[in-house]
């Protein structure tokens, strides 16, 4: 499970390439990823964030529909574009959602060379309760549903 660049690196774990590299001989492997608002654009466009290729794990995604990294379609896109088997990737959307939605503090903008699509710019990261309830709840179901709870 990962926020933002950690939702990012979450989503590169759901790859053979990355574990590959990664975990080898380790024996170890996710059984389950939850990427929270990751930058989308960035899949497949980006050396070195490729996403094809899954392990099997499943991947819940969940993002915010006001989120100035991405537009509000990008990871649903990513989602539908993406070669992998159906059912190994699942988006939520929170249409009130800003990045960071699940903060507690108070709302912050930051700059970022990342944002709005790779050209840079600021950020907003407004704290949406109801939305990170949801997202608590979406992500602690996924995760008892995968570990068989």
């Given amino acids: 499970m990962g926020f933002s660049w950690g939702g990012v690196v ?48 499943k991947v819940f995604l969940q993002g915010g529909g006001l989120d100035t990294y991405d537009l509000p379609d ?17 988006v939520k959307m929170y249409a009130d959602a800003t990045h960071g939605f699940d903060r507690t503090e108070d709302p912050v903008t930051i700059n970022d060379p990342f944002a709005h699509l790779g050209r840079g710019g600021p950020v907003l990261m407004t704290p949406n309760p109801a939305a990170a309830a949801q997202a608590r709840a979406a992500t602690t179901a996924f995760f008892k549903t995968q570990f068989g709870l």
């Fill in 10 to 57: 979450t989503m590169l774990t759901a790859t053979r390439p990355y574990t590959e590299q990664y975990m080898a001989g380790t024996g170890l492997a996710f059984v389950a990823h939850a990427p929270n608002y990751p930058v989308c654009w960035v899949y497949n466009r980006v050396p070195g964030y490729g996403f094809a290729s899954l392990t099997g794990a």
């Fill in 74 to 90: 990008t990871c649903p896109k990513l989602a539908e574009q993406a070669t992998v088997p159906t059912g190994l990737l699942s």
